[in-house]
Nanobody, 123 residues
Framework: QVQLAESGGGSVQAGGSLRLSCAASGNTYSIYCMGWFRQAPGKEREGVATIYTDGGMTYYADSVKGRFTISQDNAKTTLYLQMNSLKSEDTAMYYC????????????????WGQGTQVTVSS
């Protein structure tokens, strides 16, 4: 089991920056990948960025490439999402997720989720 807790959300004007954090606890040494997802009102949840804990390979949604950066600390217990050049369409609840299985990671199926942190971008 892994517990995840996000922080760092808030309100910002378009063009601004925010950094989200996700603290992981529990069986963290079994985590194979972690990711950030978001869900705006009335829309489906979408994957934003993924990082594989061994090797640090990262993947991004086209909508955030070049603006967002996913990273983790050396202990691999804290996940970050640096968000720059924010747009109004980035407004959403952002969720941190973790997964133990390499197969599940490859198909973006995560079993462990945080409660979410709200990001609001005003234009």
């Amino acid at each position: 089991q892994v517990q995840l807790a996000e922080s760092g959300g808030g309100s910002v004007q378009a063009g601004g920056s925010l950094r989200l954090s996700c603290a992981a606890s529990g069986n963290t040494y079994s985590i194979y990948c972690m990711g950030w997802f978001r869900q705006a009102p009335g829309k489906e949840r979408e994957g934003v960025a993924t990082i594989y804990t061994d090797g640090g390979m990262t993947y991004y949604a086209d909508s955030v490439k070049g603006r967002f950066t996913i990273s983790q600390d050396n202990a691999k217990t804290t996940l970050y999402l640096q968000m720059n050049s924010l747009k109004s369409e980035d407004t959403a609840m952002y969720y941190c997720a973790a997964e133990f299985s390499s197969v599940s990671c490859s198909i973006y199926e995560y079993n462990y989720w945080g409660q979410g942190t709200q990001v609001t971008v005003s234009s």
